[in-house]
């Protein structure tokens, strides 16, 4: 089963510009992460945030959390080519152990 | 320090065959994860071992699949008989408990 929705589906944009997507889940967490995952390959983890946490950075990355809407974006500012790939939330839920769920991901264009 | 490593990395099998996907995890890590991922979608779990122990395998269809850990380190996974709607990239992950390691995965084409 899987908690994560994300929004948009696909996204293009041009180099430069700012890339924004987003993730909404359904029962309380304990974390939120994103991971990217280029063509043909695994995931890579990007950045976590905890439920008590509302925002945080890692160079180009910066993630929000709202617990009051249950939701979580991931803008990636001035993009490159090389960040051609698609983007998962995941979440960990207090009611359910460790495990780790995704959401369906968001595939993200940059063209050069 | 090796990343998780999967074997094989595609597998072209035809249907009713069996299939065994291998996983070395990274060393020290006590959580280890196995996805299932459709072509467009996010990865689906399948079962996630804490050491030896199978501590979520709800997802896991048990009829045809089956996991293992030995000695809490690497892990197998079968299907027997495989179906053409198992065709799939399989993935497995480790972690010490937050973030998620992921291997390249094994694709997996059912004819």
């Known amino acids: 089963s899987q908690q994560g929705e994300e929004d948009p589906q696909a996204l293009s944009i041009q180099e430069g510009e700012n890339a924004t997507m987003n993730c909404s889940y359904k029962t309380s967490i304990n974390n939120l992460q994103w991971y990217r995952q280029n063509s043909g390959r695994g995931l890579v983890h990007l950045i976590l945030?905890?439920?008590?946490?509302r925002e945080k950075h890692s160079g180009r990355l910066r993630v929000t959390l709202d617990t009051s809407k249950k939701s979580s974006s991931l803008l990636i500012t001035a993009s490159r080519a090389a960040d051609t790939a698609s983007y998962f939330c995941?979440?960990?839920?207090?009611?359910?152990?460790?495990?780790?769920?995704f959401g369906q991901g968001t595939e993200l264009s940059v063209k050069p | 320090e090796a990343g998780v490593v999967q074997s094989p990395r595609y597998k072209i099998i035809e249907k009713k065959q069996p299939v065994a996907f291998w996983c070395n995890p990274i060393?020290?890590?006590?959580?280890l994860y196995w996805y299932r991922q459709n072509l467009g979608q996010g990865p689906e779990l399948l079962i996630r071992y804490e050491n030896e122990e199978a501590v979520d395998d709800s997802q896991l269809p048990k009829d045809r699949f089956s996991a293992e850990r030995l000695k809490g380190v690497d892990s197998t996974l079968k299907i027997q008989p495989a179906e053409l709607g198992d065709s799939a990239v399989y993935l497995c992950?480790?972690?010490?408990?937050?973030?998620?390691?992921f291997g390249q995965g094994t694709r997996l084409t059912v004819v």
């Open positions: 060393s020290g890590h006590n959580t």
């Open positions: 945030i905890r439920s008590n946490e």
């Open positions: 992950a480790s972690s010490l408990g937050t973030e998620a390691f």
């Open positions: 995941a979440t960990v839920h207090y009611n359910q152990g460790g495990k780790l769920i």
